[in-house]
């Protein structure tokens, strides 16, 4: 059952990334030159990218995979590369059309190599099919944590092996900076992260009939500088 805030949240989502911050996250994925602050971000990211897509088997030919909420791309190109097939959704169309855009013409024509299904939607359209694993980098944590594991649990009825994502840490400087963020005017703000704690979502999904047949498996904190978000893994027992 897809909720009511999880629906109003994610319009906010479509509307900031589509709009107000397209410019800049387009800048932000990219290789150019950023401020202080984001080369913290960008680094980041990279890391938990790469934390991710370790935890995923090392050769994935014949294997279908979600990249929920694929922003620009990477993620999926990298997933592709080891032979997956990806279908790679975001709600922000302006994010998905620089995706394509960005997509190496090398993916194209290499031996070996998956595809990438470019889509603009939601990331929990039954209508995606089932997949061998779900990966959603950063893409959950602007949702309370009833709606990140409602959201998990539709995914999990639709996925044979894994799911891993990233959570927004709940730490005494994640709430301080969640509490600075909102004294500013409401028009110049970005949708706020819901910092949660692993052992919360942990109990929420051991407590949900979805997740039968499910464990809890690897987890990471990355955190530098203006970054931080932490890993997780489910997996098919």
């Given at each position: 059952m897809t909720t009511r805030t999880y629906?109003?949240?994610?319009?906010?989502?479509?509307?900031?990334f589509d709009r107000t911050a397209a410019e800049a996250w387009a800048r932000l994925t990219s290789t150019a030159p950023v401020g202080r602050v984001r080369a913290t971000v960008r680094a980041g990211?990279?890391?938990?990218?790469?934390?991710?897509?370790?935890?995923?088997?090392?050769?994935?030919r014949g294997q279908r995979i979600l990249d929920a909420g694929c922003g620009t791309g990477a993620l999926a190109v990298e997933a592709a590369r080891r032979g997956a097939h990806v279908v790679a959704i975001d709600l922000s169309t302006?994010?998905?059309?620089?995706?394509?855009?960005?997509l190496p013409e090398s993916l194209l024509s290499s031996p070996g190599w998956?595809?990438?299904d470019f889509r603009s939607g939601d990331m929990l359209d039954p209508g995606l099919g089932a997949f061998d694993h779900v990966v959603a980098m950063d893409s959950l944590i602007h949702y309370r944590d009833?709606?990140?594991?409602?959201s998990l649990a539709r995914l999990a009825a639709r996925t044979r092996h894994s799911m891993v994502f990233t959570a927004a840490?709940?730490?005494p400087g994640s709430l301080l900076m969640l509490g600075i963020g909102r004294l500013f005017p409401k028009g110049d703000r970005s949708p706020a992260i819901e910092p949660v704690s692993p052992q919360v979502l942990h109990r929420?999904?051991?407590q949900d009939p979805a997740f039968e047949g499910w464990s809890p498996g690897r987890f990471e904190l990355v955190t530098g500088g203006?970054?931080?978000s932490q890993a997780l893994e489910w997996r098919r027992t």
């Amino acid at each position: 059952m897809t909720t009511r805030t999880y629906i109003t949240r994610r319009g906010e989502l479509e509307t900031y990334f589509d709009r107000t911050a397209a410019e800049a996250w387009a800048r932000l994925t990219s290789t150019a030159p950023v401020g202080r602050v984001r080369a913290t971000v960008r680094a980041g990211r990279d890391r938990m990218r790469s934390t991710l897509l370790s935890w995923l088997p090392q050769d994935l030919r014949g294997q279908r995979i979600l990249d929920a909420g694929c922003g620009t791309g990477a993620l999926a190109v990298e997933a592709a590369r080891r032979g997956a097939h990806v279908v790679a959704i975001d709600l922000s169309t302006t994010l998905v059309d620089l995706a394509r855009e960005r997509l190496p013409e090398s993916l194209l024509s290499s031996p070996g190599w998956g595809a990438i299904d470019f889509r603009s939607g939601d990331m929990l359209d039954p209508g995606l099919g089932a997949f061998d694993h779900v990966v959603a980098m950063d893409s959950l944590i602007h949702y309370r944590d009833t709606d990140i594991v409602s959201s998990l649990a539709r995914l999990a009825a639709r996925t044979r092996h894994s799911m891993v994502f990233t959570a927004a840490p709940r730490t005494p400087g994640s709430l301080l900076m969640l509490g600075i963020g909102r004294l500013f005017p409401k028009g110049d703000r970005s949708p706020a992260i819901e910092p949660v704690s692993p052992q919360v979502l942990h109990r929420l999904m051991a407590q949900d009939p979805a997740f039968e047949g499910w464990s809890p498996g690897r987890f990471e904190l990355v955190t530098g500088g203006f970054y931080k978000s932490q890993a997780l893994e489910w997996r098919r027992t």
